[in-house]
Nanobody
Framework: QVQLVESGGGLVQAVGSPRLSCAAS????????MGWFRQAPWKPREFVAP?????????YYADSVKGRFTISRDNVKNTVYLQMNSLKPEDTAVYYC?????????????????WGKGTQVTGSS
């Protein structure tokens, strides 16, 4: 059974730098484009950052997180990460990990086939 399990969220001070992890089971992530999305209360889900399949040489970031967040992958550990620096209160959201078997990398949420259940990140000032 395919599973994506996010961890690393919680209440984070503005100067904190949490790292989210997404551990995959029954899904070899090197064959999948991976992505992080987030959804704040009363807002639609938005992409944060995708990373290309294989070695992850291609990444892309939403303007709102560019320069502060970094997505990476460890295919040996079968885990994708999101390093979050300079966290802002507006980064407060549930963060989701997703996997897409078809594209090299993609930002559109509807392209992703598998989703985790999410981890809450609350940024405080």
């Amino acid at each position: 059974q395919v599973q994506l399990v996010e961890s690393g969220g919680g209440l984070v001070q503005a100067v904190g730098s949490p790292r989210l992890s997404c551990a995959a089971s029954a899904l070899p992530i090197d064959s999948y484009a991976m992505g992080w999305f987030r959804q704040a209360p009363w807002k639609p889900r938005e992409f944060v950052a995708p990373i290309s399949r294989g070695g992850g040489s291609t990444t892309y970031y939403a303007d709102s997180v560019k320069g502060r967040f970094t997505i990476s992958r460890d295919n040996v550990k079968n885990t994708v990460y999101l390093q979050m620096n300079s966290l802002k209160p507006e980064d407060t959201a549930v963060y989701y990990c997703a996997a897409d078997p078809r594209n090299y990398y993609v930002t559109a949420s509807y392209e992703y086939l598998y989703w985790g259940k999410g981890t809450q990140v609350t940024g405080s000032s």
